[in-house]
C-alpha cells in the first residue's frame, strides 16, 4: 500500500472520504470490546484452580519450620514461601519478605514510609525535604506514576528506547540533584513497550553514584518468568548492585498476581539483608503478618521453580495467539502505510503501538465510539500527560481471540482514519 | 488470708522470706509457658477448618453480581462480602470497605495517609500541622499506640473507668486543641481492660465537638462478638455520630483474625458513605483489590450473621474455661491480700491485673525469672509507659488449661513476693 506521506493533499482527502466511510460500518456493528485491561485471561486463572485443593480441611497447615499458618506470627513470611520465591526473585531467603498479596500496595507502602519516616540511611524523612523527585522512563506503568502523584512526588520523564532507559540521562540528573530520590523500573518485558533491559544498562543503574545517598531503585520486576515468544535473560539487580558497592540501593518488587489469582496471589520484597531488616522493624509498626496459608497454598501447589515454570509456559501458549492476532493484524493493515510502529515484544502483557505525533487521542477516541475501550492516551506517561501523544498500549491478554480479532479490525481502521485526518490538517 | 497492708513490719520481713522460697520452688520447676499473646488458641483455629472446603477446584469463584474473584477488580470488595460485614459491623452495605486481611495494618494505612494527605475535609496533610495529638484511652492496645509514636503522633492519656474513657476530659481537650487530631478507642470488651463502652459514653463521643474539623475516632472494635461470659450491647457509633451531626467524625474498624484465621482473615473498615467515597478514591492509588477468594471463602462458610455467632460461641465455650481458670485462682491466692485487683470482663481476649503502684514491672520480671512470659510491664500505655506501674496484661486464651493452672500458680506467686517487697521497702 502507498504510504501516507506520499500521498497528495487530494489523494488524502479521497482516502479520508474512504476510510471515514469505513469507520462508519464499524460503528454501525455496535461493539463492546476491551482492549484496556492488563488482565490474565479466564483460561489462564483456571490453570490455578487446582491450588485451591491443595489446603483443605483435613490439611497439616504447619510451615516446614512447624509455624502453625493458621495462627498469628512470621511478619516476613513463612520459611518456605522465603524459600521458594526468593529462588523465583534471584536473592537469598533472608533479602526476601512475603508481602501481603499485591506488589502494588507494598510499592506504594515502601514510598509512603519513605516519605514518612525515611529509608534505611535517609537523613530525614522524604516528605520532610524541600521536594522529592522520581526518575520514571517513560513509556511505563501507570499505577507506579499515580503513586508519586498521590504522594506529591515530581516526575521526570526519562526516553527508553529497546536497550533501557537512556542511561547517560539517569547518571547526570541523578548525580547532580540530590533531591533526586530514586527510579521506578520494570526491567524484563517492560509495561508497555515490552522490552527488557540491556545487561549494559542494569550495570550502569547498579553503579550509579546518586547525589541522594537514600536514593532507592523501585525496580518492579512483574513480568520475571511471564514469557510469550522467547525466555530474555535479565541482569540480577541486586547482585549488580553489591557487585557496584551499592547493595542498599535497589528494591525488587515481584509477585505470583499474574501467575496464580490477581488479588488473590503473593506479593515480594526483595532487597539487601540490612534493608530487609530495616523494613522489617518498620513493617512490625504496621502489620502483624499476612496470609500464610495462601503461602502454604502456593508453595504446596508448585513444589519448586519448575513447576512455576511450567505453569508459565502453560501461559505463554495461551498468550502466544493473542499476541499474533494483534501484530499479524497490524502488520496485513498497516505495514507501509506510515502510520505508526510498533514493537513485537518477546513477554509481558502489552504491546505498545506508536502512533504519528498528535494522533494517539483521536485513534483512542474513535476506538470508543466504535464500542471498543483501550488503555487512556497518555496513561503510561507522568501526569497522564503523553508529550507527543502517540503511545498507545495494547492490552491483549484478556480478550478472546475472536474479540481480539474485532477489536484490532477498529483499531486499524481508527489509526488508519486518524492519520489520514492529521496528514490532512498538516497538509493545510 | 491477712492482708498486707495491716501487717508491721516484722510480718511482712518473715512472709518476704516464706513468699521468696515458694517462688524458689516455682523457679526450680524450669517452666516455659506464655501467658502474653492474644492468640486464639489451636481449638479456636480448627472450627474454622471447613472453611478451607467452601472453595476448591471445581467451584464457581463468581460472586453474587457475577464478578470473578479470581482476577483483579472490586477494589472496595465484593458485594456479598460487603453484605454480610456491613451487617456485623452495624452499617450499610455502601459503608464498609473489605480492607485486606488484617485490619491493624488498614488503621495504620488510614493514619498514614491522613499524615500523607488528610482526611475528608482536611486543609492540610496532617504531617504538615505544627503537630499533631491523639488521644489514648489507658491502658489501651499497644499497637494502636505504636502506630502513632512511629508516625510521630504525641499521645495524651486518658484513663478509663468500667464505663469507658474520661468523657469530661476527651470533650474538654478535643474542644480546646485543633491539633488533637484524633483518638483511638475500643470500646466493646477492651483491650485490655475487658470493658464495654456505655451508652452515655458512646453518645458523648458521637457529640463531641472538637476544634479540628477533621477529628477522626478510630474505633477498633475488634471484638464486636466475642463474649466470654456475656454478651453485652454496644451503642452503633457511626449511627450516633450520624444523628448527632458528625456522621463523618468516626472510622470503624473489625476483623475476622479472632473469629476465623488469625493473619488469614478479613478485615473491615465501615465509615460514612462520604468517608467511604474519600477513602475508595485515595485506595485507588495505592491497591487494585485485595483476595477476594478468601471473602468468597468467608460468605461462604459462615452464609450468614447466624453462622458467625454461632461459630463464636463455640470460641466461647473454649474460652470460658480459661478465663475461670485465671479467675478463679486470683480470687484463690490474692482476695482480701491488698496485693491488686482485677476486673472480670465479660469477652474479649485479655484479662487486666492492677498491681500496688510501682509492683508491675517487678512482677513481670519475676514470672520471667521463673519461665512464665508476660505481655511487657508498660505496653498498654503510650510510649510503653504506665505512669502507675501497676498494670499487667492477661492473655488466657492460647495456653492450655494446664498451662493456665501453673502458669497462674507462678504469676500470684510473684504478686505476692513482688508486693511484700515493695511495702518493706516502703516501710523502711
Known amino acids: 500500500m502507498k504510504s501516507y506521506n506520499t500521498m497528495s493533499r487530494d489523494e488524502l482527502a479521497k482516502e479520508k472520504d474512504a476510510l471515514a466511510a469505513a469507520f462508519a460500518a464499524h460503528k454501525a456493528k455496535g461493539l463492546s470490546l476491551n482492549m484496556a485491561r492488563g488482565k490474565p485471561g479466564n483460561d489462564q486463572v483456571q490453570m490455578s484452580m ?122 547526570k540528573l541523578s548525580a547532580d540533584d540530590p533531591l533526586i530520590k530514586g527510579m521506578w523500573c520494570v526491567p524484563k518485558y517492560s509495561n508497555p513497550l515490552g522490552i527488557t533491559y540491556s545487561d549494559n544498562v542494569m550495570r550502569r543503574l547498579a553503579a550509579l553514584k546518586p547525589a541522594a545517598k537514600d536514593f532507592r531503585i523501585f525496580c518492579d520486576n512483574a513480568y520475571a518468568m511471564h514469557e510469550v515468544y522467547r525466555d530474555v535473560p535479565l541482569l540480577n539487580l541486586l547482585a549488580a548492585c553489591k557487585e557496584a558497592g551499592n547493595p542498599d540501593m535497589v528494591y525488587l518488587f515481584g509477585s505470583t498476581n499474574k501467575i496464580t489469582f490477581p488479588g488473590a496471589g503473593l506479593a515480594f520484597f526483595a532487597a539487601s539483608a540490612e534493608n530487609i531488616a530495616f523494613t522489617t522493624k518498620q513493617l512490625s509498626m504496621q502489620a502483624i503478618g499476612w496470609d500464610k496459608i495462601n503461602m502454604l497454598r502456593h508453595v504446596r501447589f508448585f513444589k519448586d521453580l519448575n513447576g512455576i515454570r511450567a505453569l508459565m509456559q502453560k501461559h505463554a501458549g495461551i498468550l502466544r495467539p493473542k499476541f499474533d492476532a494483534v501484530l499479524q493484524k497490524m502488520e496485513k493493515e498497516l505495514a507501509g502505510l506510515g502510520a505508526g510502529e510498533w514493537i513485537k515484544p518477546n513477554g509481558g502483557y502489552f ?77 493545510s
Request: charged share 20%; hydrophobic share 40%.
Open 351 to 427: 504491546i505498545t503501538f506508536l502512533a504519528q505525533a498528535g494522533c494517539a487521542k483521536r485513534i483512542i477516541g474513535l476506538c470508543k465510539e466504535a464500542g471498543v475501550a483501550m488503555t487512556e492516551a497518555g496513561a503510561p506517561y507522568p501526569y497522564g500527560k503523553d508529550p507527543d501523544d502517540s503511545c498507545i498500549r495494547i492490552a491483549p491478554t484478556f480478550p478472546s481471540l475472536a474479540d481480539l480479532g474485532m477489536a484490532m479490525d477498529v483499531f486499524c481502521a481508527a489509526v488508519k482514519l486518524a492519520t489520514v485526518e492529521r496528514a490532512l490538517e498538516q497538509a
Open 50 to 171: 487446582p491450588m485451591l485443593d491443595v489446603i483443605n480441611s483435613s490439611s497439616n497447615c504447619s510451615a516446614e519450620d512447624g509455624v502453625d499458618c493458621r495462627n498469628y506470627g512470621e511478619l516476613t513470611g513463612i520459611a518456605d514461601a522465603k524459600k521458594l520465591f526468593s529462588e523465583y526473585m534471584g536473592v537469598l531467603a533472608g533479602e526476601i519478605i512475603i508481602a501481603g498479596s499485591t506488589s502494588l500496595t507494598f510499592m506504594y507502602d515502601c514510598m509512603a514510609r519513605a516519605m514518612l519516616t525515611g529509608v534505611l540511611g535517609s537523613d530525614k524523612p522524604w516528605a520532610k525535604e524541600e521536594k522529592v523527585k522520581f526518575l520514571c522512563p517513560v513509556p511505563g506503568y501507570d499505577r507506579h506514576f499515580s503513586i508519586c502523584q498521590f504522594l506529591g512526588i515530581e516526575m521526570i520523564n526519562i526516553p527508553t528506547s529497546t536497550e533501557g532507559p537512556d542511561m547517560d540521562m539517569i547518571e
